[in-house]
């Protein structure tokens, strides 16, 4: 019924008569099950025919104010709104409804009220009792959580299932309310293998703001490896095990684990995919491919094996054989458009254009649509359809967003270039900076086909003319950065750093400028300004983990106040443990202290999660200096592969007096 608060409430609305009308002539609908529509939504009603009248007029009212309340953003009248429609209704979807605009407004007394509402409808609803406990656990009545965990479990018996739940109900809880939940579940029933693993999952989530992470991190192993005696093949806590020991970098172990399972499991899929997909995450492309050779003689329409044994050939640059494995993927369900593109891409490198062709046309949607098309277009062209080319890169479906367009019409542009003429290309540039006059990468197209690369002056004189027509704010900032960056890249490196002294005079204190500024100074050889830009910053920001690594490393590299710096490094490498450019950083930490095997370990580690030339030049001096010159000139090939122009990869062999080409 409408009490005088609800209809205070909805006087705030406003349209009023626009809503009395509806009512007058939804009061007059068919009691059964039907539809109900508002200007924003439709809703299936469930049987109101017990109803009166008036219930039925106070209902629509209720859905229609709410419905407007949330388009409106006011998702606290809506809440209230939806749990008067729903406590008249019974109607699921408008408690759901409810819940949605309650968690927006973070009224969690009103969850609790819709869960009621719920379990009053549906006493044994799985999702009903879940938003229950959570809603219990927001108030900290452990007790009664308790209570509806019991009746969860009734419901849920399958142990996969239960930590499915258990993990869902506790995300965003207070981690102490989340402890004392999870310990008196495991008094109840020290055996209740959902429940450690989900403590396991807690504990692993919590390590990241705690003082002491590796500790914590400790107990979700523990409680892992109690799930794991009770049921050795339970696969939510061999997931969350191979996942945290692959997170902390102990990788070996994870391999063993991983191992020592499938050895005991032959038969399970599950293991032998986990498996293979870490030996893979892991770059160990020749044991993944024995693994999934090894599956597949057996399971031969495992068509998740067949694609990680094909990315595998396709990381080695076997594309042949990746190209063969895709096309036996074809025609399958498994994830048909990613396929699509590789089995594209593959026979792409293997110059077998007409297969290249086929498979990139059927991409239609996705992630991977505009790559597609663009070598699509590419691969036209260079079979001299050229038509063709320019039209695939024109066809607005393949331009959902304005990045989008921007891509494609750098290709056309190309296209223009390099088949039709410069002058058409000139003329389809000018055109779309007229329409995109902010957009950078559409004027550094304009320096390319102009050759001003190479022209300092010029070219800072016609950015510096571009500059004029970017609105202060967010986009000058990135227009600046963009700048210095493109700038630097060409190794114009004082015109970079002049570029952002001037940025500096209008934001001085500006981070993202000092930060670039710094990193820019050390082709220029200016190690005393770059270590005080980012002791500065440092001092803006004493908490930015990135700058406390880039000033540890830089005081390092410079064998510089190595105590501090390594104090840096470490904070770094605490806070960020999975992070390759501290891992990098911790790394060359032990070659200037002498500790090259230890060095090797942490700048390897580094250059698997990121392949870098700056890593790989950084490995190759490890092992130059500790005597292996044959593996520290494979890694400096790999670093002038990765980037032949590598600032640190040049300097660092003409200290050493190696001549890379001729070794």
């Avoid at 970079?496 to 990193?519: H, I």
């Avoid at 370990?601 to 200096?625: C, N």
Wanted: charged share 25%; glycine share 4%.
């Amino acid at each position: 019924m409408k009490s005088s608060k609800f209809a205070s409430k909805f006087t705030k609305i406003g349209c009023l008569f626009v809503v009395l009308a509806s009512i007058t002539s939804c009061a007059n609908q068919p009691n059964k099950s039907a539809e109900y529509t508002t200007p924003q939504k439709t809703h299936q009603l469930t049987d109101i025919s017990q109803l009166t009248d008036r219930e039925k007029a106070d209902l629509y009212e209720a859905i229609i104010a709410a419905d407007l309340s949330a388009a409106n953003g006011d998702y606290e009248l809506a809440t209230s709104y939806y749990l008067a429609a729903s406590r008249l209704s019974r109607s699921i979807e408008l408690i759901q409804l409810s819940v949605d605009a309650a968690e927006k407004s973070g009224d969690n007394l009103a969850i609790l009220q819709a869960a009621d509402i719920w379990l009053d409808v549906s006493p044994t609803d799985i999702d009903a009792l879940s938003l229950k406990i959570a809603g219990l656990l927001s108030h900290q009545q452990i007790n009664s959580a308790l209570e509806f965990t019991a009746s969860l479990f009734q419901q849920q018996p399958e142990p996969a299932e239960r930590f499915e739940q258990l993990d869902e109900i506790v995300q965003n809880q207070q981690p102490g309310v989340v402890n004392a939940y999870f310990d008196q579940l495991i008094i109840k029933d020290p055996e209740a293998i959902a429940v450690h693993t989900g403590k396991a999952s807690f504990f692993s989530r919590v390590a990241k703001h705690t003082r002491n992470p590796a500790a914590t991190m400790k107990q979700a192993f523990v409680h892992l490896e109690t799930a794991l005696v009770l049921q050795p093949d339970f696969m939510p806590a061999i997931e969350l095990k191979t996942r945290l020991l692959y997170q902390s970098r102990q990788d070996e172990k994870a391999e063993a684990f991983l191992r020592q399972l499938y050895s005991n499991y032959p038969d399970s899929k599950q293991i032998s995919q986990l498996l293979g997909q870490l030996l893979y995450d892991l770059r160990k492309y020749d044991l993944t491919k024995q693994h999934y050779l090894s599956w597949l003689k057996s399971n031969k329409k495992d068509n998740e094996a067949r694609f990680f044994l094909a990315a595998s050939y396709f990381a080695t640059s076997e594309y042949e054989k990746s190209l063969a494995q895709y096309r036996l993927i074809l025609g399958s369900n498994y994830k048909t458009q990613l396929v699509y593109f590789f089995c594209g891409n593959s026979a792409s490198q293997i110059k077998q254009h007409s297969q290249a062709i086929a498979c990139y046309q059927l991409v239609e949607e996705g992630k991977y649509l505009t790559r597609s098309k663009i070598e699509l277009a590419k691969l036209y062209a260079l079979t001299g359809k050229i038509d063709k080319a320019l039209a695939t890169v024109r066809n607005p479906k393949f331009a959902n967003d304005e990045n989008t367009q921007i891509q494609l019409i750098n290709i056309e542009i190309e296209l223009l270039n390099r088949y039709v003429s410069k002058e058409q290309a000139k003329q389809r540039l000018g055109a779309a900076l007229s329409n995109f006059p902010e957009n950078v990468s559409l004027l550094f197209k304009k320096i390319k086909i102009n050759q001003l690369s190479d022209k300092p002056e010029e070219l800072v004189r016609l950015l510096t003319q571009a500059e004029k027509q970017i609105p202060d704010g967010d986009k000058k900032q990135q227009f600046n950065l963009s700048v210095a960056g493109f700038l630097r890249n060409n190794n114009h490196y004082q015109q970079a750093v002049n570029w952002l002294n001037k940025a500096l005079k209008q934001l001085p204190d500006d981070k993202d400028y000092l930060y670039a500024r710094a990193l820019y100074k050390e082709p220029l050889g200016l190690y005393d300004e770059m270590i005080a830009d980012f002791k500065h910053l440092l001092s803006l920001d004493p908490d930015n983990i990135n700058i406390k690594n880039a000033l540890g490393y830089t005081l390092v590299d410079l064998n510089q106040e190595m105590e501090y710096a390594t104090e840096l490094i470490e904070q770094a490498y605490q806070a960020m443990p999975n992070n390759a450019a501290v891992i990098d950083s911790k790394g060359w930490l032990a070659y200037r202290k002498g500790l090259y095997q230890q060095a090797i370990k942490y700048l390897s580690a580094s250059f698997r999660m990121s392949p870098s030339a700056d890593v790989a030049t950084h490995i190759g001096e490890v092992y130059w200096i500790s005597g292996d010159r044959k593996k520290a000139l494979e890694f400096w090939q790999q670093a002038k592969k990765l980037d032949p122009e590598n600032h640190l990869l040049l300097s660092t062999i003409k200290k050493l007096e190696v001549e890379l080409d001729k070794e």
